[in-house]
């Protein structure tokens, strides 16, 4: 898995402006019902703020994460509350239209939880290659090579059958992740990866190294790669 060209951009500021501007395209596009999976982490921040103030029909938009750490909707290190700060509470979206992972209760719980979520929304319990779950899912890159919290020698890397799993250890709080079969059912992905901590995993990743849980990925659509100039580096 590599995808065409990377698309590459002196700045972070420049990468998210072309994102935003891309997604923008992509929604005013797209008939009927627009869902799209998001990152956390930092590197999004950019995005969600150039998305907060572009003319968007929302009302179009359904928002779904790929993963989430376990802590409450206004911890810190919640990815729901960083978007919601910043792209969420600047738009009109209807309330239902967003799909947080639930962060109450047992994790594996919880993971059954979205994973219901998500088959309910697609219609089935099977994914249909012919019709992705997805329209769009936006990928974050960990300088590890980690997608989603689906992190280096993680037995979840290897989960075929659930679509959601917790992930108790490798990081210092619990995980929820989509698995592979579900991250992968989409028309689109997207790498929006940044700095130059990114560099060495992007250019493996891009390599055919499939050591790395990046490398592991097979997206069912287009793949595209947008990067900022330092995470390029080594290409
Ligand atoms: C998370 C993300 C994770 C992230 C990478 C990169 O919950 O942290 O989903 O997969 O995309 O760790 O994180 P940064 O953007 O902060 O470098």
Request: charged share 25%; proline share 9%; with cysteine.
């Amino acid at each position: 898995m590599s995808g065409g060209a990377p698309r590459i951009f002196a700045e972070p500021k420049e990468l998210a402006t072309h994102a935003a501007d891309w997604i923008q395209g992509l929604i005013a596009a797209h008939e009927g019902t627009f869902r799209i999976a998001l990152s956390g982490g930092s590197t999004p921040r950019l995005l969600f703020s150039e998305l907060a103030h572009r003319s968007i029909d929302w009302s179009k938009v359904v928002f779904y994460w790929i993963d989430e750490r376990f802590v409450p909707p206004d911890h810190p290190d919640s990815n729901l509350r960083m978007a919601r700060e910043t792209l969420l509470s600047r738009i009109d979206v209807p309330p239902d239209h967003i799909h947080p992972m639930p962060t109450d209760g047992d994790p594996d719980d919880a993971a059954r939880r979205y994973e219901a979520q998500l088959k309910a929304d697609y219609g089935a319990d099977t994914f249909d290659s012919a019709r992705p779950l997805f329209d769009f899912v936006l990928l974050g890159l960990g300088g590890d090579g980690h997608i989603c919290s689906l992190f280096p020698g993680s037995p979840v890397l290897d989960e075929r059958e659930r679509w959601v799993a917790p992930v108790p250890t490798g990081r210092p709080e619990v995980r929820l992740t989509l698995t592979y079969p579900c991250v992968e059912s989409s028309r689109v992905t997207a790498f929006l990866v940044a700095g130059p901590d990114k560099a060495e995993a992007v250019a493996k990743i891009r390599a055919g190294d499939t050591s790395l849980p990046g490398g592991r990925l097979k997206p069912q659509g287009e793949l595209v790669w947008l990067l900022d100039r330092e995470a390029a580096r080594l290409l």
